[in-house]
């Protein structure tokens, strides 16, 4: 049997991550295939239902990272994202979601290397911790009972 | 209950309000909102344990607004509701009269909304007693306990949107719901869409939600997604150290920020 390989889908910031992951690649710098990148304008525009969406079809990992505090191109968009995810992080705990799967980071435009760092550790402990089974089997059950029922 | 009567007649008589949402008693037993134009109808007001329901939901329906000025018997969820309505710009201070409802059960007298502001001030804000049991009780689970208890109460929900049409805060005329491009929440009830549809609720009232218990209640098939909202309300109060519905003016915790917010978990 072929060895588990996570999806993970990282929703970043135009400004400060998706500027630093095109260096990690100008820089050389290797990191883990897994990752799909999805380039938003900031991060407040991370809508929370985008990354159920993914979970939904298939990601076993998520990342979401933007500009550091301060360092906002909107001044403000990471302060509100910042707000949004500790709201959604503490209903996904109260809910049983596997809040382990979803890195939060703050990643800057020069920050080429620790992208890299970013997304191996979160490839890394998405593929110990294996496929997302309990999700998926709910969208699986979901899938068949939409079937059934047309 | 005699006051509230002589209250609400005086209000009609005067012609300061139109409209007077109240409640009265209904069938069997059971008690009812209810509208009265006419101030000879006043007399079938009542106020009593059973009246629960949190009537500032019809503040912002069209059907009522048409009367004019409201007037609305408030217990304290209600007046907090006002407070959040008045707050977003969904209701005006000068189109609603507050007959308020103390926690024993006298009629208070609001000149206007500051009056009623430092009212709200000095009262217990946080979940009621019961619900509060039940969220320490729910978090004391792990992960995969949480998520089954979830996905088991999530399976009997049938997309009424009840919990929708009774919450206050809910009064936008086109819902994330109804939007099918991008269609955001399956029309059928499965798992998945019924669990995304709970998530996308309780993040929207992230911060606004005033603990009224209401969307439990209305529920037709006993899903406590009241829970998941007071969850928030007790999250919003440990993270930003603010209730919903304290003031006229305040804005909602998810549509401000503070530059020293803190967390944990991003790095």
């Known amino acids: 049997m072929s060895e588990f390989e ?8 135009n ?35 985008l990354l159920l969406k993914s979970f939904a079809n298939g990601a076993d ?14 001044t403000s968009g990471n302060f509100h994202a910042k707000r949004r995810w500790i709201m959604f992080k503490e209903l996904m705990d109260f809910m049983g979601i596997d809040m382990n799967r979803i890195t939060f980071s703050w990643v800057s435009a020069a920050e080429g290397a620790r992208w890299a760092e970013v997304v191996n550790s979160t490839v890394t402990r998405v593929r110990e911790l294996g496929p997302y089974v309990s999700y998926k089997q709910m969208v699986n059950t979901s899938i068949e009972e939409e079937v059934t029922h047309a | 209950m005699h006051n509230l009567i002589l209250k609400a007649k005086e209000l009609l008589e005067n012609k300061i309000v139109s409209v007077i949402i109240g409640f009265e008693t209904g069938s069997s037993g059971k008690v009812r909102p209810v509208f009265i134009t006419d101030s000879n109808k006043a ?6 344990e059973r009246c629960i329901q949190n009537l500032a939901v019809y503040l912002t329906k069209k059907e009522v607004k048409q009367f004019g000025k409201m007037g609305i018997v408030a217990t304290l969820p209600i007046m907090r509701s006002i407070m959040v309505l008045i707050s977003e710009q969904q209701l005006s201070p000068e189109n609603v009269v507050v007959l308020g409802i103390s926690g024993d059960g006298e009629v208070l007298d609001f000149a206007d909304i500051t009056v009623m ?45 009840a919990c929708r049409q009774s919450c206050p805060m809910c009064y936008c005329t086109r819902c994330a719901v109804e939007c099918n491009q991008p269609q955001w929440i399956p029309v059928q009830s499965n798992n998945l869409g019924n669990m995304e549809w709970h998530i996308l609720r309780a993040m929207h009232l992230a911060g606004r939600c005033i603990s009224c218990g209401e969307c439990g209640r209305a529920c037709p098939v006993g899903i406590p997604c009241h829970l998941l909202t007071m969850h928030l309300v007790d999250q919003a109060q440990s993270y930003f150290g603010v209730y919903a519905g304290i003031s006229d003016k305040m804005s909602s915790v998810l549509s401000t920020y503070a530059p020293n917010d803190k967390e944990s978990f991003i790095i």
């Open chain 1, 6 to 13: 996570p999806k993970v889908v990282a929703f970043v910031c």
């Open chain 1, 15 to 49: 400004w400060c991550t998706y500027a630093g992951a095109d260096l990690t690649g100008t820089s050389r710098i290797k990191y883990a295939s897994n990752v799909k990148i999805i380039r938003f304008p900031c991060t407040g525009r991370i809508d929370f239902m």
């Open chain 1, 61 to 74: 990992g998520i990342i979401v990272s933007g500009c550091h505090p301060n360092d906002c191109h909107y």
């Open chain 2, 43 to 48: 007399d079938s007001l009542i106020f009593d």
């Open chain 2, 117 to 161: 502001q430092h009212y709200i001030e000095k009262c217990e804000l946080g979940n009621p007693a019961k619900e509060q049991d039940m969220l320490a009780t729910l978090n004391r689970l792990n992960m995969q306990e949480k998520f089954e208890f979830w996905q088991k109460e999530f399976s009997k929900c049938i997309k009424c949107y």
